[in-house]
Every structure is written in structure tokens, then in C-alpha cells.
């Protein structure tokens, strides 16, 4: 079993940046494929970014892709989104998430471990 704890969101005005970052405990953290993923009242969990057990594989969301950045050091048991050109539709509480199967996963229901989240909030 592995616990999650997020950090590094704030207010940021468009076109900023912030880093988020996950620390792991608990579990042998190279065993884990990493996911950052974002909620908005009243919807699901939405897809970010997701990076391999290695950290030589990543995969992007769309809406995110050029902008953000997902990255781990396995040494540290840590995860980091690094987020540059915010806009206000990057509002939201993100999360991340530890899956213990092989390969990268888009979906929500693949992840076995979550964090508590991090409020990210875009706006002048």
C-alpha cells in the first residue's frame, strides 16, 4: 500500500506557473506508474498526465499537452506536474494517483492509490 500527499497549488494568474508535487510513502514507489488527474465541482475526475514506472514513458491529455509536464525521481518517491501557461479553465482540485499494473492508464478506475489534493486556481 502506498500514501499519497499532494502540494504546491495556489492562486496563479493566466499565463503563470506552478509545480505540483506528489511525495509517496509507504511502498516501493518504482512499482507504481503515476497519474495526475483534475476535478471541477459537479464533474469526474479528469485525465492530465501519467508517467511509467521507469519515468521513460509519459502520456498527456490533450487540453494539457505542451503546456504541462509530468516527471518522477524514483530516488525521492516523488511525482511533479509542472504547469507553465496556465489559463482559467486549468482551475481545479488535482490529484494524484499510483497504479500498481504495468503500462500507462487514461482512466480513473485503473488507479489504486489516491491523494487527498491540491487546489490549483487560475485567474487575475
Known amino acids: 500500500q502506498v500514501q499519497l500527499e499532494e502540494s504546491g497549488g495556489g492562486l496563479v494568474q493566466p499565463g503563470g506557473s506552478l509545480r505540483l508535487s506528489c511525495a509517496a510513502s509507504?511502498?516501493?514507489?518504482?512499482?507504481?506508474?503515476m497519474g495526475w488527474f483534475r476535478q471541477t465541482p459537479g464533474n469526474e475526475r479528469a485525465f492530465v498526465a501519467a508517467?511509467?514506472?521507469?519515468?521513460?514513458?509519459?502520456y498527456y491529455a490533450d487540453s494539457v499537452k505542451g503546456r504541462f509536464t509530468i516527471s518522477r525521481d524514483n530516488a525521492k518517491n516523488t511525482v511533479h506536474l509542472q504547469m507553465n501557461s496556465l489559463r482559467p479553465e486549468d482551475t481545479a482540485v488535482y490529484y494524484c494517483?499510483?497504479?500498481?499494473?504495468?503500462?500507462?492508464?487514461?482512466?480513473?478506475?485503473?488507479?489504486?492509490?489516491w491523494g487527498q489534493g491540491t487546489q490549483v486556481t487560475v485567474s487575475s
Open positions: 494517483a499510483a497504479d500498481l499494473a504495468w503500462g500507462i492508464k487514461v482512466s480513473s478506475g485503473y488507479y489504486d492509490y
Open positions: 509507504g511502498s516501493t514507489f518504482s512499482n507504481y506508474a
Open positions: 508517467i511509467s514506472r521507469s519515468g521513460g514513458s509519459t
